[in-house]
């Protein structure tokens, strides 16, 4: 079995216009390593986020996530591969109408696990994410900071072993940013592989790793940034 | 997601908008109605129908030397007959007062050539009786050596059951398109209603739901509003019902000869609360199948 978590090779995406969203994408993340994807608006970061949530199909080359090839994962299997990984969305994707417990809980609910074990892992992820307290609120009574914290909970209640986040800090302020990210850091120190997109570089550099850059669908450069 | 938190997430919709389930229930409702009403008009003029359907009735003309030892066994002969529910003589004699009283005189030797008038026998034969079989009995009866000529009121008979036949067939047509034009209006009713649901399919879609779990609440839904929609439909029809008998009853019953007139059968009750359910199950598996169109 290979030792890298995920493995993209000539990945592409070509739509129906002949227009590349990504063209002969390849890189590899090992387990458990924290990594950005970076590049301006229109780069293709997200659609190759998209990709290794099986959002999108590769019109080209092959993707393989924990030795699961992504480009022939039947459409009926796509939820039992979601359940594997997790997702921080920019916009939150929280469910106004359920409270925090009911939105971080839906994925235990979809697993059909006893209420007993849901409460019991809901209330731990809500304290790691410090949100223990607001249990009982609704997502449009919380900041967006707060929000997001909820949606990085959803994200890791399942226990993914590969953690995705696009732009999850585009819409907070500095300081609550830089709250959000030291939270990846720590899911990524229980051992969850993390990647993230972002175009922040004050960030990046605040919290630097491996920096995977795109440009116009094609990556350009693939190194560690300095301490 | 289990049935029983389907049902409980699905009662929590209801409790967040109740206003738009309130909306879906009414118009399901009103939908129903349309059907229902068709159905009660339908079965209630077929009722009508075949009460007002006309008696088929024969006259056999009998031969001058006829005596009425040859007549009463005439009688009996044909009442022997199949189809032949009564038979009644009518002497020269009758015809001619039958006739002078529907002119509004007295006087058998006032009418003149009423010396012609042979006597008869009326004949009444079973209600519904196609047209080959009244042919098949003309001939039989007119083979009697006692019998001149037979004559029976069939034509316009058939004519009567063609136009009755057609009016069936544009009833069950109208009714068929009628329950398509309902089914849709309520499925784009509940597709646009569920449309607002979308992103909440999404996101559940996101965080790795499956069939089951994405559907069973719209599932639930549809059978609580399709119920409780097609309830109010049939108490609606009952109270309608209620109202036009009694209106009917005070008014028009010495014209229509029903008294009371029938609500819906048990099984167009069912029909009703099958069809309801289905409209309100068909706008939230559409939107579901669309939605799972659009996705990889």
Known sequence: MSASLVRLNRVGLRYATDRYALQSVSFELQRGEFAYITGNNGAGKTTLLKMLFAMERASEGAILVNNRDLSSLHKSKVFQYRREVGFVFQDFKLLPDLTVYDNVSLPLEIRKMSPSEVDYRVRGVLSLVGLADRARDYPLTLSGGEQQRVAIARSIIGKPFLLLADEPTGNLDSETAREIMQLFLEINEMGTTVLIATHDKALMEEFPSRVISLNKGRVVSDHRMDV | ?296
């Open chain 2, 1 to 296: 997601m289990s049935k029983y938190k389907g049902f409980r997430y699905s009662f929590s919709d209801f409790r967040r908008q109740p206003w738009l389930h309130f909306l879906s229930m009414m118009t399901i409702s009103v939908a129903l109605i349309i059907i229902g009403g068709f159905f009660l008009c339908y079965r209630n003029f077929e009722k009508l129908a075949e009460k007002t359907s006309p008696q088929i009735s024969g006259t056999a003309y009998l031969k001058e030397e006829t005596t009425q030892e040859q007549v009463n066994a005439l009688m009996e002969r044909i009442l022997s007959l199949e189809n032949v529910q009564r038979v009644s003589f009518k002497s020269k004699t009758n015809v001619v007062e039958e006739l002078q009283s529907f002119l509004g005189s007295t006087g058998g030797a006032n009418l003149p050539g009423s010396e012609l008038f042979p006597d008869v026998l009326e004949l009444e034969v079973k209600k519904d009786l196609p047209s080959e079989k009244i042919q098949i009995l003309k001939g039989i009866v007119s083979r009697f050596p006692e019998v001149a000529e037979v004559d029976f009121s069939d034509d316009w008979l058939a004519q009567y059951k063609k136009i009755s036949q057609v009016l069936k067939v544009v009833g069950l047509i109208m009714m068929g398109l009628m329950i398509m034009g309902c089914s849709f209006l309520i499925a784009n009713f509940m597709g646009m209603r569920h449309q607002s649901r979308r992103t909440e399919i999404e996101i559940v879609n996101l965080i790795g739901a499956d069939r089951n779990f994405i559907i069973t609440p719209y599932i639930w839904e549809g059978i609580i509003e399709g119920f409780f929609g097609a309830s109010l439909a049939v108490v609606a029809l009952l109270t309608a019902k209620t109202f036009f008998s009694s209106f009917i009853s005070a008014h028009w019953s010495a014209y229509l000869g029903i008294p009371n007139w029938s609500f819906l059968s048990i099984a167009q009750i069912l029909v009703i609360y099958i069809i309801g359910i289905t409209m309100a199950l068909m706008g939230g598996i559409t939107v579901f199948l669309r939605f799972q169109e659009d996705t990889v």
